[in-house]
């Protein structure tokens, strides 16, 4: 019922926004301490959490589980690309830092945005044929993203590994 879930979607959304102050706050400290790569290893560390949690919100029968399991997989993997374009800023050379977050941007818009909501529909009226199956489409669809994620994500760390660090940005 939209007027039950509704403002509960609200109030999710409300709260991983304001998560991202608390996630870059703790990111700053995670570089600070010495970390490399912090902003990277931090999102890995977010989808590996995440993941469990967004597949059990898709598949549990139960609503107000689903919710929970949901705010906790939308604060965590919320906001993602903050921390890529941070990385880019860090990492790039000055000369490059523009078209590639562009690039970035675009990319992550358009594969977001346009891809990921026509997966799940793709999935549930020809896979499955079964407008019920709603949540089985989304589990194949995060799972499939959260895949996809983790592996960019340690690619990006191996190639990384020999930029030099960035610790003194934050003295």
Do not use: C
């Amino acid at each position: 019922d939209v007027t039950i879930y509704g403002p509960i979607m609200f109030w999710i959304g409300a709260v991983s926004a304001i998560s991202v102050l608390f996630k870059g706050m703790l990111v700053d400290w995670l570089v600070r301490r010495g970390v490399r790569f912090a902003h990277l290893r931090f999102y890995l560390f977010a989808i590996l959490v995440a993941t469990p949690a967004a597949l059990f919100a898709f598949t549990t029968p139960n609503p107000i589980v689903s919710m929970i399991a949901y705010g906790l997989a939308d604060g965590l993997a919320s906001a993602a690309m903050l921390y890529f374009a941070a990385t880019i800023q860090l990492y790039l050379p000055q000369e490059f830092r523009g078209r590639i977050n562009a690039l970035f941007l675009m990319t992550i818009t358009i594969v977001a945005s346009g891809t990921g909501p026509m997966a799940v529909a793709s999935i549930t009226d020809y896979m499955f044929a079964d407008p019920a199956a709603i949540g089985k489409s989304l589990t194949i669809v995060a799972v499939s993203a959260a895949a996809g994620s983790v592996l960019t994500i340690w690619i990006s760390l191996r190639r990384l590994s020999n930029v030099p660090s960035a610790s003194h940005i934050f003295p």
